[in-house]
């Protein structure tokens, strides 16, 4: 009896736990059925068990351990995991309200249609009401097949998530076939050429640092990519001031070394490190989600994040509307904080102060604090790297940095126009 009241207690408990944190927990949810265990651990892999968790009003088609074997042997997990988003309906279908369609068929919008991938009708998905009570799923593309069907309910939660039990997977026309980005195959400055990013893009050509983006493609890489306009903005520091050790710093900062999607952002709380990060705490960044929209802080200012530029596991790249400036390199934001350094002594040292105003033409905003050590560059990133020839140049002499004649003159290049030593606040 008491045994049997505690067990009862400890679900109640975590079904409060579950419920509490975001509405719903699918990878939770699923857990509890081992008939699908393949498609949830597809559903982390592919991280649209995050996706799924920001979203209400919402029905999960899933598929048990036999059909999802089938589909996942054949298929690269980008495939899978559009074929996966072509299964979650971003509407409330109990196992009721599919056998009322008004008229026995209707076409529902899934999470494929708003990936950008599903031209036209392409992520849609076509259910009938068919004779004899059976309920046939389809790619709502004209001429399609039904060849899916309503086999059992799983579980609902009115009417945040629905999950129903169909035969064989939905296929959209082309969806096996569309071009898997081999994650090594990733032009990475090509696709940030194509989205308005050709000076971050330079930035990481010259540095070498590219090389560290293209060590990391194929374990996860997630990219924050400020635009050309993010570094032409007031505000943004004199880079050309910085060692090329904290260069290739600053460049390391504007990616994390995991694959990242839009939900998988929102539903993040703990700080993400990034290729910069060479110990606890440090060159991360933090996130915060306010409806649809993503924003990344960096101690010193926020960077709002756009749609992906590219989204195909294990690679994510989105643009970023800030140049992302590690409180490392340029200190806490000078506007919000109290005095950044609070001197008790009574005497007054403004021409002193550490504290540079935003339109100030003082020299590099650098923190006080010694310059970073170079970074360990993460795996395959070989010594030959620019940077690693040049450490022991000094920060404020300009010239004195140039032994890469490459880098520096096209840092210079980009940044003489820019208003110098700034910081956003
Ligand atoms: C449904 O989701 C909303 C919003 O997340 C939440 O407030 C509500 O408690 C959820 N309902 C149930 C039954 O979990
Ligand atoms: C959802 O549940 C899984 C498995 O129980 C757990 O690992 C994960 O942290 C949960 N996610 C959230 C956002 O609570
Ligand atoms: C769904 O597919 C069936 C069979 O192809 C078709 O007859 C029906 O018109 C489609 N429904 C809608 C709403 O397009
Ligand atoms: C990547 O794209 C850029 C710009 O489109 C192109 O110049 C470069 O040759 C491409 N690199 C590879 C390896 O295809
Ligand atoms: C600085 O680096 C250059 C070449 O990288 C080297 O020749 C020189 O001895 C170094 N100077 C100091 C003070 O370490």
Same mark, same amino acid.
């Given at each position: 009896?008491?045994?049997?009241?505690?067990?009862?207690?400890?679900?109640?408990? +975590?079904?409060?736990?579950?419920?509490?944190? /975001?509405?719903?927990?699918?990878?939770?949810? +699923?857990?509890?059925?081992?008939?699908?265990?393949?498609?949830?651990?597809?559903?982390?892999?592919?991280?649209?068990?995050?996706?799924?968790?920001?979203?209400?009003?919402?029905?999960?088609?899933?598929?048990? /351990? =036999?059909?999802?074997? %089938? *589909?996942?042997?054949?298929?690269?997990?980008?495939?899978?995991? /559009?074929?996966?988003?072509?299964?979650?309906?971003?509407? #409330?279908?109990?196992?009721?309200?599919?056998?009322?369609?008004?008229?026995?068929? &209707?076409?529902?919008?899934?999470?494929?249609?708003?990936?950008?991938?599903?031209?036209?009708?392409?992520?849609?998905?076509?259910?009938?009401?068919?004779?004899?009570?059976?309920?046939?799923?389809? @790619?709502?593309?004209?001429? !399609?097949?039904?060849?899916?069907?309503?086999?059992? !309910?799983?579980?609902?939660?009115?009417?945040?998530?629905?999950?129903?039990?169909?035969?064989?997977?939905?296929?959209?026309?082309?969806?096996?076939?569309?071009?898997?980005?081999? !994650?090594? =195959?990733?032009?990475?400055?090509?696709?940030?050429?194509?989205?308005?990013?050709?000076?971050?893009?330079? *930035?990481?050509?010259?540095?070498?640092?590219?090389?560290? #983006?293209?060590?990391?493609?194929?374990?996860?890489?997630?990219?924050?990519?400020?635009?050309?306009?993010?570094?032409? %903005?007031?505000?943004?520091?004199?880079?050309?001031?910085?060692?090329?050790?904290?260069?290739?710093? +600053?460049?390391? #900062?504007?990616?994390? $070394?995991?694959?990242?999607?839009?939900?998988?952002?929102?539903?993040?709380?703990?700080?993400?490190? &990034?290729?910069? &990060?060479?110990?606890?705490?440090?060159?991360?960044?933090?996130?915060?989600?306010? =409806?649809? @929209?993503?924003?990344?802080?960096?101690?010193?200012?926020?960077?709002?994040?756009?749609? %992906?530029?590219?989204?195909?596991? $294990?690679?994510?790249?989105?643009?970023?509307?800030?140049?992302? *400036?590690?409180?490392?390199?340029?200190?806490?934001?000078?506007?919000?904080?109290?005095?950044?350094?609070?001197?008790?002594?009574?005497?007054?040292? $403004?021409?002193?102060?550490?504290?540079?105003?935003?339109?100030?033409?003082?020299?590099?905003?650098?923190?006080?604090?010694? $310059?970073?050590?170079?970074?360990?560059?993460?795996? =395959?990133?070989?010594?030959?790297?620019?940077?690693? !020839?040049?450490?022991?140049? &000094?920060?404020?002499?300009?010239?004195?940095?140039?032994? %890469?004649? +490459?880098?520096?003159?096209?840092?210079?290049?980009?940044?003489?126009?820019?208003?110098?030593?700034?910081?956003?606040?």
């Amino acid at each position: 009896m008491g045994a049997f009241h505690r067990l009862n207690l400890l679900h109640f408990t +975590l079904s409060l736990v579950v419920i509490a944190v /975001n509405g719903h927990n699918i990878t939770a949810i +699923l857990e509890g059925f081992p008939d699908y265990s393949v498609y949830n651990s597809f559903l982390t892999q592919t991280k649209l068990a995050d996706e799924i968790n920001t979203r209400e009003t919402i029905t999960c088609l899933v598929l048990n /351990n =036999g059909a999802m074997s %089938a *589909l996942t042997s054949k298929h690269p997990l980008s495939v899978v995991k /559009n074929i996966l988003s072509l299964h979650v309906l971003l509407d #409330y279908y109990d196992p009721q309200k599919l056998h009322k369609i008004s008229d026995g068929t &209707t076409l529902t919008t899934t999470l494929y249609q708003t990936t950008g991938n599903a031209p036209g009708n392409l992520g849609f998905v076509n259910i009938t009401d068919l004779q004899g009570g059976k309920v046939g799923f389809g @790619s709502a593309i004209p001429g !399609s097949k039904l060849d899916s069907s309503y086999t059992k !309910s799983v579980k609902q939660i009115p009417y945040n998530i629905s999950i129903l039990e169909i035969s064989a997977p939905i296929i959209a026309p082309g969806i096996l076939t569309a071009p898997a980005p081999s !994650s090594s =195959g990733v032009n990475i400055t090509g696709l940030l050429e194509k989205a308005g990013c050709k000076t971050f893009a330079s *930035l990481l050509t010259s540095s070498g640092v590219l090389k560290t #983006y293209e060590s990391a493609l194929d374990k996860g890489l997630t990219v924050f990519a400020p635009s050309d306009e993010a570094f032409k %903005a007031e505000g943004v520091p004199d880079l050309g001031k910085l060692t090329n050790a904290e260069q290739v710093s +600053l460049l390391e #900062y504007h990616a994390s $070394p995991d694959y990242k999607p839009k939900g998988t952002l929102k539903t993040t709380k703990d700080p993400i490190s &990034t290729l910069a &990060t060479n110990g606890a705490g440090k060159y991360d960044l933090t996130v915060t989600t306010a =409806g649809d @929209s993503v924003t990344l802080h960096t101690g010193v200012g926020p960077s709002r994040v756009a749609e %992906a530029v590219f989204d195909s596991p $294990p690679v994510a790249i989105f643009t970023v509307d800030n140049v992302l *400036l590690p409180s490392e390199l340029f200190g806490k934001s000078p506007s919000p904080a109290p005095a950044p350094e609070p001197v008790s002594s009574p005497s007054p040292t $403004p021409s002193l102060s550490p504290s540079p105003s935003p339109m100030s033409e003082a020299p590099s905003p650098l923190a006080a604090s010694p $310059p970073a050590p170079p970074t360990g560059t993460p795996v =395959g990133s070989p010594a030959d790297s620019p940077a690693g !020839s040049s450490e022991n140049s &000094t920060s404020d002499n300009a010239a004195g940095h140039v032994s %890469a004649p +490459l880098l520096g003159t096209i840092i210079f290049t980009v940044f003489a126009t820019v208003v110098s030593s700034v910081i956003l606040s």
